[in-house]
């Protein structure tokens, strides 16, 4: 449907049509079957059930009663039968249909009351359109259009089979200028292909739902899905900021509610994104990127409870798992991890400090050499959760793929989502005995980009859109203790001996700074050592403390001390000066009845 559109156009049906036209308005396409496969790809590809993200489809809608039009009531579901009442269904559309054209958005939701209904819903979708009277009429020209809609549902998978994508964390094309996420392709200095399982990760997409997974879309913040419904969160090439709640909130689901997360993460250098500025000759002005592949340093952010942190090496080379070939392009490296996880190190060229040009084109005699050994693949449990990160995504993104990683994918699948500890993935020899910690600077924001101009996050406000489930529409999300109304970038620092304008950034005071200190002395591989936070220091009423909250409260018993202190002195001061007091006044009274 997507490729074809309507299919080829018969001329002489068309004008059969028009000799008897009667203005009127329609929407395309009249019928929605999403059980006629491939035609309506992807939505046949995967039926529908309980508990899901909205199904969301675009109609169009066509007024050849004239230039403007409205929508008159609001469209209703008319189901064929009674079982399609456990089909919800809820629109949006244009406000004003113009000039000629709008839309209609089904948004569609299995009740709960369906969780175990298997079959075919099928009915009517009604909606009528009006146009003002045009001159010479009295009254509006009005027209009733339908849309016949048939869709398949089948019972809720069970947790380890569902995996959720986040989408709301990919800045969309255009307006901002991303670069390509393999710096060795020239031909294409974009990332414009949309980063959906729609577009190029349609094969990926493909591949999930052979393997029997059930794959939907998040297209809110991190606060508006119930981590109880998912084994796995997949994070792909994602280059937004990310909400203090939502950091939060997916820490809780990893460590409590036995969440698992896999993260596939892209390259970072300030310095090489410099060097790709260009002058646009459409717009007549300079491009400069506003990330790297992927946005290291709010991954970081999002993954610093758990003591993981990337780094801002650009690496490129093969290797070999356990016989499977692959390609890492343009991926970045794993700078720390907690000890107990599993991390893979592999001999890969290091390309950050390769001499590109405006187009960040790497020269290629500088690559040339042995490569060092760099970790890019960690594994490890968390609470009751599992977390994989990876270093690069172009194995699994169809645009410039050189050779796939489905294979690895799988693997870490069985692991985020249903606890099997592949004997590759978790071999003895890659386990961490102690803490990875590079004493290094992690990754650092550009400070002469406007972020917020791109952003879904920075200078927002922290709100479920109507892509997510219907009874968080217009809120937080679920459980969300607000902590602020918009998330903001903290005030960056240029540093004075740095020969860039950003490459280093100083944070001074940021809670990341306060969970890097924390984290040098401490390794989290299970929940034990995140639940020994709880009730520190009799923090009655707290379920548990943050991380400043922790680190504040190691001063509390010296500053408990030196209070005590400094109150015991001066009561001691003051009753010293009391008792000289009445020294001289008994003084005074003796000389006074001497003198008498």
Not at 5 to 33: C, H, V
Not at 280 to 298: C, K, L, M, V, Y
Not at 432 to 450: G, M, Q
Request: proline share 5%; glycine share 8%.
């Amino acid at each position: 449907m997507y490729e074809q559109g309507a299919g080829r156009l018969d001329l002489w049906q068309s004008y059969e049509i028009l000799k008897n036209y009667q203005p009127r308005a329609s929407i395309f396409p009249t019928m929605l079957d999403f059980t006629d496969c491939p035609y309506f790809w992807p939505f046949c590809r995967q039926p529908m059930y309980a508990g899901a993200m909205p199904v969301i489809f675009n109609a169009t809608i066509l007024n050849g009663m004239g230039v403007i039009g409205y929508v008159k009531d609001q469209p209703l579901w008319q189901p064929s039968e009674d079982i399609g009442n456990l089909l919800s269904v809820h629109f949006t559309y244009s406000d004003v249909i113009w000039p000629w054209t709008g839309y209609l958005a089904l948004h569609l939701q299995v009740k709960d009351e369906g969780s175990q209904f298997s079959g075919i819903i099928s009915g009517n979708v009604t909606l009528t359109i009006y146009t003002p009277a045009a001159h010479g009429e009295s009254s509006p020209r009005s027209s009733t259009c339908i849309l016949h809609m048939k869709v398949k549902v089948v019972p809720t998978p069970v947790r380890s089979k569902r995996i959720l994508w986040d989408q709301y964390h990919n800045i969309k094309y255009p307006s901002g200028y991303v670069p390509r996420d393999s710096l060795n392709v020239h031909n294409d200095i974009l990332d414009w292909h949309g980063d959906h399982l729609h577009t190029n990760f349609h094969i990926l997409f493909n591949m999930l739902r052979d393997a029997e997974y059930y794959i939907e879309t998040l297209g809110s913040p991190l606060t508006c899905f119930d981590a109880s419904n998912y084994g796995t969160l997949l994070m792909v090439d994602l280059e937004d900021e990310y909400f203090d709640e939502e950091i939060q909130k997916l820490r809780d689901d990893v460590i409590h509610k036995g969440l698992g997360i896999a993260v596939f993460a892209e390259w970072y250098h300030v310095d090489t994104m410099v060097k790709m500025t260009f002058f646009d000759e459409n717009t007549r002005s300079w491009w400069t990127p506003i990330t790297g592949g992927a946005n290291i340093p709010a991954i970081n952010e999002l993954l610093a409870p758990f003591g993981i942190a990337l780094g801002d090496k650009i690496l490129t080379g093969d290797f070999s798992i356990n016989g499977e070939q692959t390609h890492y392009a343009s991926g970045t490296d794993i700078v720390q991890f907690p000890a107990g996880g599993f991390l893979h190190s592999f001999q890969l060229q290091e390309n950050s400090k390769t001499v590109q040009d405006h187009i960040g084109t790497l020269d290629t005699e500088s690559t040339q050499g042995k490569g060092k050994l760099s970790s890019i693949l960690g594994v490890i449990e968390a609470g009751e959760g599992r977390i994989a990160v990876y270093g690069d995504s172009n194995c699994l993104d169809s645009s410039h793929m050189v050779t796939n990683c489905y294979w690895l994918l799988r693997k870490i699948l069985e692991f985020t989502g249903n606890r099997v500890k592949d004997n590759v993935l978790f071999s003895e020899a890659a386990q961490l005995k102690f803490p990875v910690f590079e004493n290094i600077h992690h990754p650092s924001r550009r400070t002469d980009v406007n972020f917020s101009t791109y952003s879904t996050v920075v200078g927002k406000e922290l709100i479920c859109h109507q892509d997510s489930r219907f009874e968080v529409w217009g809120t937080k999300g679920y459980g969300v203790q607000p902590i602020g109304t918009s998330r903001k970038l903290p005030e960056y620092q240029m540093h004075e001996s740095s020969s860039s304008p950003n490459v280093t950034i100083q944070i001074a005071g940021s809670r990341q700074d306060k969970v890097e200190r924390l984290q040098r002395n401490l390794s989290i591989p299970n929940a034990a050592k995140f639940d020994d936070k709880r009730d520190y220091f009799g923090f009655i009423g707290h379920e548990e403390v943050d991380i400043g909250m922790l680190m504040a409260s190691q001063w509390m018993i010296p500053c408990f001390a030196a209070t005590a202190c400094l109150m015991l002195y001066l009561s001691c001061r003051v009753q010293q000066k009391r008792r000289r007091r009445r020294k001289g006044s008994v003084a005074s009274a003796n000389r006074l009845t001497s003198m008498v």
